[in-house]
């Protein structure tokens, strides 16, 4: 490991903070600090994690979700201080990375399959 993969780990370290293993297709509670004028307020987005990129300390990740009818996403920085929690509601069985195919479906088209737990890849190919 070079010197800046070490840096990076340690900084991750120093943060502290708990992030859950999520992959696309998940669904996701993600707590956004926000902060209007004095005020400092938790806001709840959840959606769909279209996109994940991991980059050590500058790893993001994209939430898509249907508002009003109309696709919103929003992409967050994994370790920024912005975001207060991250929480896994529901796991999503897909076979791609991105899932950038899901800004042209609407309705049923755009649903994932729940991945069932109990059931792993590896016990299958056995």
Known sequence: MNLIQTLEQEEIA????T?????????????VNVVEGTRKRVQAYEG?????????????F????ISSGE???????TYSPLIANIE?????????????????R???SARIKE???GKSSSAAAA
Do not use: C, H, W
């Open 19 to 31: 992030i859950p293993d999520f992959m696309p297709g998940d669904t996701v509670i993600v707590s």
């Open 88 to 104: 896994v509601k529901r796991r999503g069985d897909v076979r791609r990375a991105k899932l950038y195919y899901l800004r042209d």
């Open 48 to 60: 769909v994690v279209i996109a994940k990129r991991n980059r050590g300390l500058n790893s993001g």
């Open 115 to 117: 991945k069932l737990p």
């Open 106 to 108: 609407s309705g049923r």
């Open 14 to 17: 120093r943060l502290g903070k």
């Open 71 to 77: 696709g919103v996403e929003r992409t967050f920085q």
């Open 62 to 65: 994209t939430v898509r979700k």
